[in-house]
């Protein structure tokens, strides 16, 4: 007799404790699409908060003071570059007119092609200094009462990586 209420009781407490972990996995399972959401959305609201910082040039006219304010607001990104296309002026060679540049202090910035404003394969291209950018005398100056286009250039993982001015 006493086997038998043993066996009854370690069956029982068996029982009792694969219900309860049953019915935990059960939860368990039904939670897991809620976190998932929550995740995704949490991570859009990163992607958001870090993005951010670039709407001001997202798809605006901008004055060539502007380009000289993006290159010191974004000198501590790595790998972040500036690609500037000039109006065309006569006699003035075509390296000159369009150029990149490296806010971070790098000397190179990714191969761009300007003619559809996005990043393309082959070397990369050597960026310019702001010291060209703000003497009136250098090949590569730009007027602070200039007017640009701005559009924020993303790379194959949908983060900002540069920003484009075309004069208007």
């Not at 809620?34 to 040039?57: G, I, K």
């Not at 605006?60 to 065309?88: D, H, K, M, N």
């Amino acid at each position: 007799m006493e086997n038998i209420a043993s066996f009854l009781k370690t069956t029982i407490s068996i029982l009792i404790t694969l219900a309860i972990i049953s019915s935990g996995l059960f939860l368990w399972g039904k939670t897991q699409p809620v976190v998932e959401l929550a995740n995704s959305q949490a991570a859009a609201q990163a992607r958001e908060l870090s993005e951010q910082q670039y709407s001001a040039f997202d798809n605006q006219i901008v004055s060539g003071s502007q380009i000289l304010t993006a290159y010191r607001r974004y000198e501590s990104q790595q790998g972040f570059c500036l690609y500037v296309e000039r109006p065309y002026v006569n006699g003035q060679d075509e390296t000159y007119r369009r150029f990149s540049m490296n806010p971070n202090g790098e000397d190179y910035c990714r191969a761009f092609d300007y003619s559809s404003g996005s990043f393309k394969e082959g070397p990369d291209t050597r960026g310019v200094d702001v010291e060209e950018l703000s003497e009136a005398s250098g090949r590569y100056y730009i007027s602070p009462q200039a007017r640009f286009k701005a559009k924020l250039i993303k790379d194959k993982n949908e983060r900002i990586a540069a920003i484009y001015f075309v004069a208007e």
